[in-house]
């Protein structure tokens, strides 16, 4: 399934060629990302960034605090969420933490069948699943965007608080 940007128009304005989301198509890409981009791990040896699939399968990295639509340069994705790269006692590096969080193209849980199909072009170990996956809806009244949490079907915005669909929107 492909995904929209739904987010806030206002950060489409951040969206830049040259700040398009770096392609990863081996380990090794994943190494130089990081120096290339000064990234320093936390004290866990883990580094985060955003990703995004493109609509190519190719997996594209930013540094955490970019915004998701300025990785995938404005255009549709197949996935998009947090990634975090951990170096194992090896000196290779192992994703060990990967989400859907996107408030930009709230991508489902099942957009994971694009991401394992893009990491096994990668060669990198990753998990089964997303290791925290979310669900999203968009109130069909206000237009805001919820993550749906403890199975809590209504809109958060104080001044709607209506029923959220059971369905992806």
């Not at 040259?18 to 190494?31: Q, T």
């Not at 079907?153 to 669909?165: D, G, H, K, T, Y």
Request: aromatic content about 12%.
């Amino acid at each position: 399934m492909e995904y929209i940007f739904v987010g806030d128009t206002g950060l489409l304005r951040l969206v830049k060629a040259e700040w398009k989301g770096y392609c990863i198509r081996s380990v090794a890409d994943i190494e130089y990302w990081i120096k290339k981009t000064n990234q320093k791990p936390d004290g866990n040896s883990e580094i985060t960034a955003t990703f995004i699939i493109d609509l190519e399968y190719s997996l594209l990295i930013n540094d955490r605090h970019s915004e998701h639509v300025v990785c995938a340069a404005g255009e549709n994705v197949l996935s998009a969420g947090e990634i975090t790269f951990e170096l194992d006692k090896n000196k290779s590096y192992l994703i060990s933490q990967i989400t859907n969080q996107s408030t930009g193209y709230c991508p489902s849980p099942k957009s994971w069948s694009a991401v394992k199909y893009t990491l096994e072009k990668v060669g990198i170990p990753f998990s089964d699943f997303f290791t925290v996956s979310f669900e999203f809806r968009i109130c069909s009244t206000c237009g805001w965007i919820n993550v749906i949490k403890d199975n809590y079907f209504v809109c958060i915005n104080s001044e709607c608080q209506n029923p959220l669909s059971a369905h992806e929107n």
